[in-house]
């Protein structure tokens, strides 16, 4: 049976009710093509905190990949499509640092020089944010609906820590989380080599990122690596497989939310 796909479940407009805030979900790539249960755990948590939430089903990608090959005319033309998806929301809220970023931090960069494309770009990244500061900064949520009893680390994602600031609201909210014993890796905020383009174009560097990375999970020897960026987790998931690791890697919203039915990345599901 197929995986469920956020951006074809849930009504595609706002509902209007003013006593709530209302949310278009950016579901992002990664999660719609690879972990639905990514997006699915992100509607739950934003309900959770009272918001009106909805996946405008005209979003494609944020344009990121384009943009950092050079490929601005591209990037462009799919921030303009983004923006124009999801006008008439209060917010506008993404499952990962990287593409947040780019829709708050790069797109007026992408109409710089020309007015009103420009302050509609500025408009428009007013209302952005990363999910889980979302929930914290904005939300002001102090309990979610997940659990999960054991042993759990985390993985600073470059882009929500360098460009958004995110650090302190994962970890305020998995401090809350029934059962969670939350460590700290060793150098928790270097990168794990993934850098989007950048694991294609330096393979090597890359690789031997991503290896000082598993080295410092072993050490810390976690149940869980959690990370609000799907794409760190399916890199150091996919290298933690190869050596043989049994560390599972979920993105936190799963954990947060109780979405748990998925197996782990890079691990197949248990046989009964």
């Known amino acids: 049976m197929p995986a469920r796909s956020p951006k074809k479940a849930g009504p ?38 009272g918001c009106d939430v909805a996946v405008p089903a005209a979003q494609t990608c944020c344009g990121q990949p384009a943009y950092n090959s050079g490929d601005r005319e591209a990037a462009r033309s799919l921030a303009e499509q983004t923006i124009a998806a999801f006008d008439g929301f209060d917010y506008v809220v993404a499952p990962s640092g990287s593409c947040a970023a780019m829709l708050k931090c790069h797109f007026p960069r992408l109409m710089a020089g020309e007015a009103e494309a420009e302050a509609r770009a500025r408009a428009f990244a007013e209302r952005v944010y990363e999910l889980v500061s979302f929930l914290v900064d904005v939300c002001k949520l102090t309990s979610v609906p997940g659990a999960f009893a054991g042993r759990v680390a985390y993985h600073d994602g470059c882009s929500g820590l360098r460009e958004l600031g995110i650090k ?51 050490a810390a020897r976690p149940e869980l690596l959690l990370s609000g960026e799907l794409g760190c987790l399916l890199n150091i998931a996919g290298k933690l497989a190869r050596e043989g690791s049994r560390v599972g890697c979920r993105h936190i919203a799963e954990v947060l939310a109780g979405e748990t039915g998925e197996p782990p990345i890079a691990q197949a599901a248990q046989r009964a």
């Open 12 to 49: 595609q407009m706002p509902t209007g009710d003013s006593k709530q805030p209302r949310v278009g979900l950016f579901v992002t790539c990664l999660v719609d093509i690879v972990r639905p249960s990514v997006g699915f755990a992100a509607v739950r948590l934003l309900q959770a905190a």
């Open 168 to 218: 302190r609201q994962p970890r305020q909210l998995l401090a809350g989380v029934p059962g969670v014993e939350l460590i700290e890796l060793a150098e928790p905020e270097t990168c794990c080599g993934f850098g989007g383009l950048f694991c294609v174009k330096y393979p090597d560097i890359s690789n031997a990122m991503v290896c000082k990375k598993t080295a410092a999970v072993a």
